[in-house]
Every structure is written in C-alpha cells, then in structure tokens.
T-cell receptor, first 114, second 113 residues
Framework: DAGVIQSPRHEVTEMGQEVTLRCKPI?????LFWYRQTMMRGLELLIY????????DSGMPEDRFSAKMPNASFSTLKIQPSEPRDSAVYFC????????????FGDGTRLSIL | AQSVTQLDSQVPVFEEAPVELRCNYSSSVSVYLFWYVQYPNQGLQLLLK??????LVKGINGFEAEFNKSQTSFHLRKPSVHISDTAEYFCAVKPGGNTPLVFGKGTRLSVIA
C-alpha cells in the first residue's frame, strides 16, 4: 500500500515568494490533516478536512496560509507571501473514518525561507 | 479541551537498559490512545494504539504501553533498548467522533552505547 505522499521533500525559496506544498492521502481515507513542526512549537495542527471539506482551520497562523482539497486524492497548502518564520517541516496525514483509526503521516516537506 | 503531557522532554539511556516514557492526558472520558515514533528526517510512524480491552498493549519494535484509566496515563516501555531506538516519541489522544489527534510535545530518547 502506498502511504501518504508529500511533495516536494525539500523546498528552499526567498522571502516573499509563493510556496505550494502538495499531499496525496492514502486511497480510501476521508480525513486529511496538515501539521507544522518546529523546534520551538513542536507539532501544530493547521487544518483538517473531512470528505474534502475543511472542518477546522483555527490552527492556520494567518491569512498568508491557505489550504485546499479539490478532490479525495489531492490537497495543497499554500503560503503567499512566505516569510522566514514559516521555515518548518510540514506534514500531511490521513485517516479513515472516525473512532480509533490512527492517522498515517507522510515524510514531510522541509521548508526553508531565506 | 483535551491535552497530553509528556513529562520528560529528553531521556538518555544506556543500550540494553529498560526505558519508560511517561504520558498523561487530561480527560477521563473514553478516549483512544496512541504512541508514535519519529526517526530523523522522517514522518511519524504508529508504534501502538489502545482502543479498548486489555490495558497492556504491545506494539512494534518490542515496545508496549499500559493504559491506566484512574491515573489517566499511557506510559510506554521497552525492557531493553537498542541504539536504533534513538528517536522522538509522541503520545497522542483522540476523543471519540470527528476529532483529530491531540499530541504531546514529544520525548527525545537517546540510547547511549
């Protein structure tokens, strides 16, 4: 089974540029989560979707961040304009159903904003 | 709101020694409990989970955890660690329904040769 696939694995860009992170969840999973991990704040939930609909985006830091899920097999997290403090590892995770199903994580995108 | 406390941010331990990583959660209502491991430059991998039934749960790589409802704890243990167990370990809790996991801040386990 293919796991959660994220691209790119690494991204280095200059401040002010638009950044788009991509995620393909596990087939059949109806929940998708975006996290950010930094040394200072640890693992933070940014937003999650159920059946392609955003359920809770209260973790999105500010309007520069946006996320979409146009279909069940693809999601994007966009930062525009990017700032150095956005540098972090961004993880996507997916899960099937409610109850005790675990979340499955991708390998993350390491983002560096210069 | 649900919260998870991992009491130790770093745990150094010698190879082949036992280890316990502590986790407490805030609510006594029915929850699902998980431990994840993160190796360097990788995502989080599921180690084990408690859904119901036996309070002692066995996971991968020789790890086990014990659910204690009265103490709202879910401590992770391994009787003999290896160098390859060096990683970050995250405890997570999920209330029922349409909710995401709530993660602790992680414990960095360093196994010393």
């Amino acid at each position: 089974d293919a796991g959660v696939i994220q691209s790119p694995r690494h991204e280095v860009t200059e401040m002010g540029q638009e950044v788009t992170l991509r995620c393909k969840p596990i087939s059949g999973h109806d929940y998708l989560f975006w996290y950010r991990q930094t040394m200072m704040r640890g693992l933070e939930l940014l937003i999650y979707f159920n059946n392609n609909v955003p359920i809770d985006d209260s973790g999105m830091p500010e309007d520069r961040f946006s996320a979409k899920m146009p279909n069940a097999s693809f999601s994007t997290l966009k930062i525009q304009p990017s700032e150095p403090r956005d540098s972090a590892v961004y993880f996507c995770a997916s899960r099937r159903g409610v109850g005790g199903q675990p979340q499955h994580f991708g390998d993350g995108t390491r983002l560096s904003i210069l | 709101a649900q919260s998870v406390t991992q009491l130790d941010s770093q745990v150094p331990v010698f190879e082949e020694a036992p280890v316990e990583l502590r986790c407490n959660y805030s609510s006594s209502v029915s929850v699902y409990l998980f431990w994840y491991v993160q190796y360097p430059n990788q995502g989080l991998q599921l180690l084990l989970k408690y859904l119901s039934g036996s309070t002692l749960v066995k996971g991968i790589n020789g790890f086990e955890a014990e659910f204690n409802k009265s103490q709202t704890s879910f401590h992770l243990r391994k009787p003999s660690v290896h160098i390859s167990d060096t990683a970050e370990y995250f405890c997570a809790v999920k209330p029922g329904g349409n909710t995401p996991l709530v993660f602790g801040k992680g414990t960095r386990l360093s196994v010393i040769a």
